[in-house]
């Protein structure tokens, strides 16, 4: 299984700034995701990051507002623009093994907009 | 909506006793993944079952799928307080490449 960080862990943020989340795996892998979980509710998938291609992002969210960078194959950033309490979730980020076609996740960011 | 459908919503039972979630999904997978989550930390893989598997075993933990109904469930058996959860399935599909997790099941086990 692939081992998973993410940094910061929880922060607290004021509306109108910006909030870049990192992602390292300990293996090189194809595909990550990013995972919105907002307070009670299940995972919803904002974006898939390839490494050296733009990212695809699901309905609902736009690069603008979520930019994600990938720069080789065992990092990713998530940036939440522009705060607004409605962004207060856990954002998660998990990868794809093809070996067993499993996915793991890492520990999320809860993120606090007041 | 991109999410599948999981039932019940929530579930309390004593401990000692069998719980059974069920999950609902719309299109064609490649496999169905059980994860649990207790209060808002990491997810925990439990078990993957492929789409031309039917049943599952692992411990206490029964998986089926029926493709034809596009269902799954996990039943875990003799329950205990450590077991209380949430539970999420999520599928699996090569074509789009992307997993789609369903609404959840918050297990709750009485000591």
């Known amino acids: 299984s692939a081992v998973i960080s993410q940094k910061p862990s929880r922060d607290i943020c004021q509306r109108g700034t910006s909030l870049t989340i990192q992602c390292q795996v300990d293996s090189q892998v194809t595909m990550m995701f990013w995972y919105r979980q907002q307070p009670g509710q299940s995972l919803t998938l904002i974006a898939t990051a390839n490494q050296g291609s733009e990212a695809t992002y699901e309905s609902g969210f736009v690069i603008d507002k979520f930019p994600i960078s990938r720069p080789n194959l065992t990092f990713s950033t998530l940036t939440v623009s522009n705060m607004s309490p409605e962004d207060s979730s856990i954002y998660l980020c998990?990868?794809?093994?093809?070996?067993?076609?499993?996915?793991?996740f890492g520990p999320g960011t809860r993120l606090t907009v007041t | 909506s991109q999410q599948g459908e999981e039932d019940p919503q929530a579930l309390s039972i004593q401990e000692g006793e069998n719980a059974t979630m069920n999950c609902s999904y719309k299109t064609s997978i490649n496999n169905l993944q059980w994860y649990r989550q207790n209060s808002g930390r990491g997810l925990v893989h439990l078990i993957l079952i492929r789409s031309n598997e039917r049943e599952k075993h692992s411990g206490r933990l029964r998986v089926t799928l029926d493709t034809s109904k596009k269902s799954s469930s996990l039943l875990i058996t003799a329950s205990r307080a450590a077991d209380t959860a949430s539970y999420f399935c999520?599928?699996?599909?090569?074509?789009?490449?992307?997993?789609?997790f369903g609404t959840g099941t918050r297990l709750k086990v009485l000591a």
């Open positions: 998990s990868v794809h093994s093809d070996r067993v076609n499993e996915q793991y």
């Open positions: 999520a599928t699996f599909t090569s074509g789009t490449y992307k997993y789609i």
